[in-house]
C-alpha cells in the first residue's frame, strides 16, 4: 500500500523567512505523481505545486519549490520569503499513474506564519 | 463564478436520519470526487465519477451511495447517519481524472451528526 508521511504536525515561521515542509512516500512503482495541496482556515484546497516522478528537475512555482529526492523517497516544500497569508494546513499527495489514478494525502502540516 | 460548489456548507443532524450533500461544478470536467476529512484533518478518497461512471469505490459503508445524474453534478446520499460520520466532505472535479490535471475542490460540507 502506499503511504504518506508527515512528520511535522505543526510548523512556525516568521514573515519573510523560509520554511521547510516535509514529506516521504513508500511506493513500489515507477510512474507516479506527487502534490503539496493548501488549505487555508477558509477550508477551500489549493493545488501548490506538482512534480511528475520521470522529472528530475525540481517543481518551482513563483515562493513554492520542491526537492525531490526520488531514491529516499522525499518530496520536501520549500517556502521562501513567507507571507502571513501562507498560514494554513499544507498536505503532502501522491498518485499512480494508470488504473484508478487517485489521490491519498498525509496527515498535513499545520504551518503558521507569525508577524 | 464558483467552480466547484456544494450544499449544504453545512449541517447538523441527529443519528440514524437520511441526508444529501449536492455538488456541482461548470468547469466542463469529466471526473468528479468525493472525499472525506476526519476531525484530524485526514482528507481519504471515498469515491470518483467519470462521466457518469463510477471509477473509484474506495471501502465506505454501504450506507453512502454516490449519485450523479448528469456529469456536472455528483451528490452523496448518506443513509442512518452514525456518530462516526461527522466530518467534512469535499468535492472535487478534473478534467479527465488523470494526475497531471489540477483537482479544483469545492468549499467543504461540514457534516455533524448528533
Known amino acids: 500500500a502506499q503511504t504518506v508521511t508527515q512528520s511535522q504536525p505543526e510548523m512556525s515561521v516568521q514573515e519573510a523567512e523560509t520554511v521547510t515542509l516535509s514529506c516521504t512516500y513508500d511506493?513500489?512503482?515507477?510512474?507516479?505523481?506527487l502534490f503539496w495541496y493548501k488549505q487555508p482556515p477558509s477550508r477551500q484546497m489549493i493545488l501548490v505545486i506538482r512534480?511528475?516522478?520521470?522529472?528530475?528537475q525540481n517543481a518551482t512555482e513563483n515562493r513554492f519549490s520542491v526537492n525531490f529526492q526520488k531514491a529516499a523517497k522525499s518530496f520536501s516544500l520549500k517556502i521562501s520569503d513567507s507571507q502571513l497569508g501562507d498560514t494554513a494546513m499544507y498536505f503532502c499527495a501522491f498518485g499512480t499513474q494508470g488504473g484508478s489514478e487517485k489521490l491519498v494525502f498525509g496527515k498535513g502540516t499545520k504551518l503558521t506564519v507569525n508577524p | 463564478d464558483t467552480a466547484v460548489s456544494q450544499t449544504p456548507k453545512y449541517l447538523v443532524t441527529q443519528m440514524g436520519n437520511d441526508k444529501s450533500i449536492k455538488c456541482e461544478q461548470n468547469l466542463g470536467h469529466d471526473t468528479m470526487y468525493w472525499y472525506k476529512q476526519d476531525s484530524k484533518k485526514f482528507l481519504k478518497i471515498m469515491f470518483s465519477?467519470?462521466?457518469?461512471?463510477?471509477?473509484i469505490n474506495e471501502t465506505v459503508p454501504n450506507r453512502f451511495s454516490p449519485k450523479s445524474p448528469d456529469k456536472a453534478h455528483l451528490n452523496l446520499h448518506i443513509n442512518s447517519l452514525e456518530l462516526g460520520d461527522s466530518a467534512v466532505y469535499f468535492c472535487?472535479?478534473?478534467?479527465?481524472?488523470?494526475?497531471?490535471?489540477?483537482?479544483?475542490f469545492g468549499p467543504g460540507t461540514r457534516l455533524l451528526v448528533l
Open positions: 472535487a472535479s478534473s478534467r479527465l481524472g488523470r494526475l497531471q490535471e489540477t483537482q479544483y
Open positions: 512534480q511528475e516522478a520521470y522529472k528530475q
Open positions: 465519477y467519470n462521466n457518469k461512471e463510477l471509477i
Open positions: 511506493t513500489s512503482e515507477n510512474n507516479y505523481y
